[in-house]
């Protein structure tokens, strides 16, 4: 869990509230759609706050590491994209995939890295939709592959995607890790 990667780094060590509300909100609006921000805080509240703060903003909040002293609370700017429509047609909830897990399936998690660090299901592949494209050749045409995000939107880009690029047995997993109640892991 120590090499988390973020793309930004917020300092608000040493910093009371509101003050780490106040730097991560000032940097968000910097931070391009679905990248990671990490803010090392001192704070102890700073947990619950940036949990809520993302909660009340529509940004992801991924999870903390306590490193010593240093909160390192890792949180993720949602795209507009995320908020499109849902187009593939091969859909099945979570309650159906946690039924085939037992079978010779790939579950393809397209969240980002550390999204995918603090809780992810057990021998799900990681490529983030970002890299998804120039990492194709790592899936095989044939295979049944499961696709799962936060909430089905970004794993329903990552299956659309699939497809046009000639996988035949692709099925988008909604409404993904933000209500799944199987067991999961940590990396």
Not at 15 to 26: D, H
Not at 53 to 68: C, M, R
Not at 136 to 141: T, V
Request: overall charge negative; charged content about 30%.
């Amino acid at each position: 869990m120590n090499d988390i990667k973020s793309d930004y780094v917020v300092d608000a060590k040493d910093l009371a509230c509101p003050m780490p509300i106040v730097r991560t909100k000032k940097a968000m609006k910097d931070l391009e759609p679905g990248k990671v921000m990490e803010v090392q805080a001192t704070d102890k509240g700073s947990t619950a706050d940036l949990a809520a703060w993302a909660k009340s903003t529509g940004h992801d909040y991924l999870g903390t590491v306590e490193e010593g002293d240093v909160l390192k609370h890792y949180l993720r700017k949602v795209s507009g994209e995320e908020k499109a429509k849902k187009k593939h047609p091969h859909v099945i909830n979570n309650e159906e995939l946690q039924n085939k897990l037992n079978e010779n399936i790939v579950v393809l998690d397209v969240r980002e890295e550390a999204e995918f660090a603090f809780n992810h299901i057990s021998n799900a592949k990681s490529v983030p939709l970002g890299e998804l494209e120039n990492r194709l050749n790592e899936l095989h045409k044939e295979d049944e592959i499961y696709v799962v995000c936060k909430t089905g939107n970004r794993s329903d880009l990552a299956a659309q995607t699939l497809t046009e690029a000639g996988f035949k047995n692709v099925v988008n997993v909604v409404p993904g890790m933000s209500e799944w109640k199987g067991e999961t892991e940590k990396n």
